[in-house]
């Protein structure tokens, strides 16, 4: 082991700190003049011989043993100077014996060393006088503190004495102020107990003054209440029969409305007829327009043509021939436009009139109203007159074949 690595070995620093466990305040009177010598000698023992070892022919784990020993019996001391148990002695002694058999091993040189028993012994006898000289001292303070202690005893037993007497004397006291108390105590309680009576008489009679005025205030008031029902009662009834015959006001103007209404209904489907005929007629009018636009345009190309040096007879007859057959379906179109445009004046009429007739009516009495709704029934359902259009104007088919048989040999020309 190299010499720098043995000096700075742990072994050392458990050594000074076994040294300073031993240097604690009174922990020579607690450990005991014996081991304490024990330890201290230990201590001199192994620090002499560390001093004394060849360093590298020491191993490292020698010495780490040696430490480990030294700071379990450091451990042990401490614990013993903290809770004063005698085992941890027994084991701190254990734990060092190991440490010297470890370093009684360790090689030593041949040589003179400063380790001198006999100085150690001496130092042995000046602490055992030095310990004998502390025992007699505390010894003596012992005994100082117990003739104190004796004395203050007497002391304390005068003053027990003093105040069992005391004690004795307030006893005596207090029967005297508990036998006033309870004479005093039965003189309030006859007195609490008339005057009980009396207040309990008075309150009685109070509660019946009480209860014979409220049930007179309670009657009042139930008269009053009754009066002001019945009026309100009266007040309802009378604003009841106001509000039904209101009501009943309102059910007649309601039932002429509904009669109005009903006669809107019933007439709503002659207002979609004449819509429907008004658009056939605008349909057809429009169609009968166009025929006669068509069959005027061909007219005037073949007057046209007739004051040009070009003239073709028989383009010229074909054209006033598709002319003529125009004039069929243009005349049958206005023919039908005026149809649809009547059919639509007669129902906007029968809308109207139905309409009408039940405002008419309506302040008629009901049997007035009953025969004319009978005359209606019979003029509007089932009895209507046919309606007739002026045909003078149609054009037949046979008349167009005649037209056509007439033109057709020039055409064939």
Same mark, same amino acid.
């Given at each position: 082991?190299?010499?720098e690595?043995?000096?700075?070995?742990?072994?050392?620093?458990?050594?000074?700190?076994?040294?300073q466990?031993?240097?604690?305040?009174?922990?020579? +009177?607690?450990?005991?003049i014996?081991?304490?010598?024990?330890?201290?000698?230990?201590?001199?023992?192994?620090?002499?011989?560390?001093?004394?070892? #060849?360093?590298?022919?020491?191993q490292?784990?020698?010495?780490?043993?040696?430490?480990?020993?030294? %700071?379990?019996?450091?451990?042990?001391i401490?614990?013993?100077l903290?809770?004063?148990?005698a085992?941890? #002695?027994?084991?701190?002694?254990? &734990?060092?014996?190991?440490?010297?058999? $470890?370093?009684?091993?360790?090689?030593?040189?041949?040589?003179?060393?400063?380790?001198?028993?006999?100085?150690?012994?001496?130092?042995?006898?000046?602490?055992?006088?030095?310990?004998?000289?502390? #025992?007699?001292a505390?010894?003596?303070k012992?005994?100082?503190?117990? =003739?104190?202690?004796?004395?203050?005893?007497?002391?304390?037993?005068?003053?027990?004495?003093?105040?069992? =007497?005391?004690?004795? &004397?307030?006893?005596?006291?207090?029967?005297?102020?508990?036998?006033?108390?309870?004479?005093?105590?039965?003189?309030?309680?006859?007195?609490n107990? &008339?005057?009980?009576?009396?207040?309990?008489?008075?309150?009685?009679?109070?509660?019946?003054?009480?209860?014979?005025? /409220?049930? !007179?205030?309670?009657?009042?008031?139930?008269?009053s209440?009754?009066?002001?029902? !019945?009026?309100?009662?009266?007040?309802?009834?009378?604003?009841?029969?106001?509000?039904?015959?209101?009501l009943?006001?309102?059910?007649?103007?309601?039932?002429?409305?509904v009669?109005?209404?009903?006669?809107v209904?019933?007439?709503?489907?002659?207002?979609?007829?004449?819509e429907?005929?008004?658009?056939?007629?605008?349909?057809? $009018?429009?169609?009968?327009?166009?025929?006669?636009?068509?069959?005027s345009? @061909?007219?005037?190309?073949?007057?046209?043509e007739?004051?040009?040096?070009?003239?073709?007879?028989?383009k010229?007859?074909?054209?006033?021939?598709?002319?003529?057959?125009?004039t069929?379906?243009a005349?049958?179109?206005?023919?039908?436009?005026?149809?649809?445009?009547?059919?639509?004046?007669?129902?906007? &009429?029968? %809308?109207?009139?139905l309409?009408?007739?039940?405002?008419f009516?309506?302040?008629?009495?009901?049997?007035?109203?009953?025969?004319?709704?009978?005359? @209606?029934?019979?003029?509007? /359902?089932?009895? =209507?007159a046919?309606?007739?259009?002026?045909?003078?104007? +149609?054009?037949?088919?046979?008349?167009? %074949?005649?037209?056509?048989?007439v033109?057709?040999?020039?055409?064939?020309?």
């Open positions: 082991m190299q010499s690595n043995f000096t700075n070995h742990s072994v050392f620093e458990k050594l000074e700190q076994f040294k466990a031993l240097e604690t305040e009174n922990a020579q +009177e607690k450990i005991g014996d081991n304490f010598s024990f330890f201290e000698t230990a201590y001199l023992f192994i620090i002499n011989r560390l001093q004394l070892t #060849i360093p590298i022919l020491v490292e784990a020698e010495l780490t043993n040696l430490a480990s020993e030294i %700071e379990a019996g450091i451990v042990q401490n614990s013993f903290g809770n004063n148990n085992g941890h #002695i027994n084991n701190a002694i254990n &734990n060092l014996n190991s440490a010297l058999n $470890r370093v009684r091993n360790f090689p030593l040189p041949l040589a003179k060393t400063n380790f001198d028993f006999s100085k150690v012994i001496a130092s042995f006898q000046k602490t055992v006088e030095e310990a004998y000289k502390t #025992i007699e505390s010894n003596l012992l005994q100082e503190d117990l =003739q104190a202690t004796q004395q203050d005893l007497v002391d304390k037993n005068a003053q027990i004495a003093d105040l069992q =007497q005391k004690l004795a &004397n307030k006893e005596v006291e207090i029967q005297n102020v508990l036998s006033n108390y309870n004479t005093e105590f039965e003189t309030i309680k006859a007195n107990s &008339n005057t009980f009576k009396t207040e309990k008489k008075k309150f009685n009679d109070s509660i019946e003054a009480d209860r014979k005025a /409220f049930k !007179e205030l309670i009657d009042a008031d139930k008269d209440y009754k009066q002001e029902y !019945e009026k309100q009662k009266s007040d309802l009834e009378k604003q009841t029969v106001e509000t039904v015959k209101e009943q006001s309102k059910l007649e103007e309601a039932k002429k409305i009669n109005i209404v009903g006669n209904g019933v007439t709503g489907n002659y207002q979609k007829i004449a429907q005929h008004k658009k056939s007629a605008n349909s057809f $009018r429009w169609l009968a327009l166009g025929f006669m636009v068509v069959m345009g @061909l007219l005037i190309y073949s007057i046209i007739l004051s040009t040096s070009e003239f073709n007879l028989y010229s007859l074909v054209r006033i021939l598709a002319a003529s057959v125009l069929y379906p005349i049958y179109a206005s023919r039908e436009s005026t149809k649809h445009r009547n059919l639509e004046t007669h129902n906007r &009429n029968l %809308e109207l009139e309409a009408s007739i039940g405002p009516i309506e302040l008629l009495p009901e049997a007035k109203k009953e025969a004319i709704k009978e005359e @209606l029934v019979k003029k509007y /359902f089932g009895q =209507q046919s309606i007739h259009f002026d045909n003078k104007d +149609e054009v037949s088919i046979n008349g167009l %074949e005649k037209i056509l048989k033109i057709l040999p020039f055409v064939k020309k």
